[in-house]
């Protein structure tokens, strides 16, 4: 907890049950769960810990005793590779259990992490190493430093706050990792990486992110790049039919076996979330350029450009955008009530040539999270008024009403103990999906 946090004994949690039960269904939030500092202080307690998210990708810790500095939600934590192995890679708090100091202070590469402070130094697997002046009677063995959950799954590292308390991971990994896999995700490179801090609380930057509704007057350059637009968008049966005849010409070429490739899995407090959706960009592009011609080379052994583009959910808060030939990474940070780190990372294969233009790679998620953290942060002014009252999702934001369900439902079930059974039933996104057969089917591969 916070030094500046009430105690969560303090918290009226009965109040927020009672704005939980008076939410209407398919309205956005009350006010006070985008603002109130008790409401993410709860957050922090209970919803945070049973969520994993991707931290980094496995190029950025390569040999062992590299390692790395990265928040998970508003924790500083030390992601370090302990050996040659692929899944070699270890996570811990960045707080010394000497005297509680932080251990590390930058990125780099050592045999030992030491801290600055008294220079104990801890083995790379987390053991205590400095045991010289240790007071009699107490235990080094006790004093390793605190683990932070983590699994690989296709090159992404992916961690979360408490063992106890995380969702099982495993049906994302069986489902994901060839899927990542065929994407090059493991045998990439990061080229760029930017942060957008928002002045917003982070299920509004969710939120938006979930819809494209926003897409038209707001990001001129994407809507001029993606042709999914036509239905996620906007709601025109001519626009809707002209998709269908792209979807239906895109298909033709790739074949049945590339073009019902997919997976939703909507998960639960029990189940991490995943999902991998199909489409054509559109238009007769090749990649997500400005002029949609190639900008790095093929990645994930392909031997051609198919005109599509992979993106996958992985977990609540990580997605990633994967064209034929780079892939954008995408991470939602909560720091506090009003502010939300949005970190984007782009990465080519690994053989790529050094020289890539990032710039050319980085363009259309680059200007057009720019655009999100505008008319996010104006968002959230707005919000913050006392003439701030809960508006109707269209069906143009499904997405986006499914996730404020999901969360209610969630921390609901965690404040009071009880199962909330108002998921049940919910379906894919099918407008998400190219081909029908996956946004129907079965929940997993």
């Avoid at 801290?115 to 004093?143: I, S």
């Avoid at 790679?361 to 809960?390: F, H, L």
């Avoid at 009880?418 to 919910?426: H, I, K, T, V």
């Amino acid at each position: 907890m916070h030094a500046n946090d009430k105690t969560l004994s303090e918290i009226d949690r009965a109040r927020v049950v009672k704005l939980i039960d008076e939410h209407r269904k398919d309205w956005s939030l009350q006010q006070a769960f985008y603002l109130d500092p008790d409401i993410f202080a709860l957050e922090r307690e209970l919803w945070f810990p049973r969520q994993w998210a991707i931290v980094a990708h496995a190029s950025e810790v390569p040999e062992k005793g590299s390692h790395i500095i990265r928040q998970l939600f508003d924790e500083e934590i030390i992601v370090a590779r302990h050996g040659d192995g692929e899944n070699d890679i270890a996570a811990y708090h960045n707080v010394c259990t000497h005297r509680g100091s932080r251990l590390c202070l930058k990125d780099g590469r050592s045999r030992l992490l030491v801290c600055p402070y008294h220079a104990w130094g801890f083995r790379l697997t987390g053991e205590l190493q400095t045991r010289r002046d240790l007071p009699e009677g107490v235990n080094g063995d006790d004093l390793a430093l605190h683990k932070v959950p983590t699994k690989m799954i296709g090159g992404l590292v992916m961690c979360g706050l408490e063992a106890g308390s995380l969702p099982d991971i495993e049906p994302a990994a069986a489902g994901l990792t060839d899927l990542l896999r065929e994407n090059g995700v493991a045998d990439a490179r990061i080229v760029a990486r930017k942060s957008y801090l928002t002045k917003a609380n982070w299920k509004l930057v969710l939120e938006n992110f979930l819809e494209c509704y926003h897409c038209r007057p707001a990001h001129p350059e994407y809507f001029r790049v993606n042709g999914h637009v036509k239905v996620t968008a906007m709601r025109d049966e001519y626009n809707a039919a002209e998709w269908k005849q792209e979807i239906d010409a895109w298909h033709s070429v790739i074949g049945d076996a590339e073009f019902h490739k997919g997976v939703w899995e909507p998960g639960d407090l029990d189940t991490m979330p995943f999902a991998m959706h199909r489409k054509p960009i559109g238009s007769g592009r090749l990649t997500l350029s400005d002029d949609g011609q190639p900008v790095s080379c093929l990645m994930g052994g392909r031997s051609k450009y198919d005109g599509g583009e992979n993106g996958f959910r992985i977990g609540r808060l990580s997605f990633l955008s994967a064209p034929n030939d780079y892939l954008t990474m995408f991470q939602m940070v909560p720091r506090n009530a009003n502010e939300t780190d949005v970190i984007l990372t782009w990465l080519v294969d690994k053989d790529a040539d050094m020289a890539v233009d990032a710039d050319r790679i980085s363009w259309m998620w680059d200007v057009t999270t720019v655009q999100d953290k505008k008319i996010t942060e104006d968002n959230a002014e707005g919000i913050a008024s006392r003439a701030y009252r809960p508006g109707p999702y269209t069906p143009l934001e499904s997405q986006a009403a499914f996730f404020v369900e999901t969360y209610l439902s969630q921390l609901r079930a965690l404040i009071t103990g009880q199962p909330d059974d108002r998921q049940q039933g919910w379906a894919p996104p099918a407008q998400l999906f190219a081909s029908a057969k996956v946004a129907c089917g079965t929940r997993r591969p």
